[in-house]
């Protein structure tokens, strides 16, 4: 059974920062892809990063890119996105995502967590 859990978020104000975690329990973990993404009340699930089973391939969307971070660490079976100068845009819940390829297409994500809500006071 694949299990994905997110901790992390939080209420901050603007140009503050958090970290997401991703702690994942089921099959390998370093055989998968994982990705975030984000949905805002009223909104479509977005993507926000990606990245490759050995972690050395990450993507990001273009309102993240420069200032989230994400990682895995093969060892504690867990994804991590480091999200610094928040912006109240960024406002959301976040979700973690196992993938066979880091994509942003929501649709090639087979397994979802729950989500941890992340909010941006200005």
């Known amino acids: 059974q694949v299990l994905l859990v997110e901790s992390g978020g939080g209420l901050v104000q603007a140009g503050s920062s958090l970290r997401l975690s991703c702690a994942y329990s089921?099959?390998?973990?370093?055989?998968?892809?994982f990705g975030w993404f984000r949905q805002a009340p009223g909104k479509e699930r977005e993507f926000v990063a990606a990245?490759?089973?050995?972690?050395?391939?990450?993507y990001y969307s273009d309102s993240v890119k420069g200032r989230f971070t994400i990682s895995k660490d093969n060892a504690k079976n867990t994804v991590y996105l480091q999200a610094n100068s928040l912006k109240p845009e960024d406002t959301a819940v976040y979700f973690c995502?196992?993938?066979?390829?880091?994509?942003?297409?929501?649709?090639?994500?087979?397994?979802w967590g729950q989500g941890t809500q992340v909010t941006v006071a200005s």
């Open positions: 990245i490759g089973r050995v972690g050395d391939g990450t």
């Open positions: 995502a196992r993938g066979t390829i880091p994509t942003s297409n929501v649709r090639l994500y087979s397994a």
């Open positions: 089921g099959r390998t973990f370093v055989a998968y892809a």
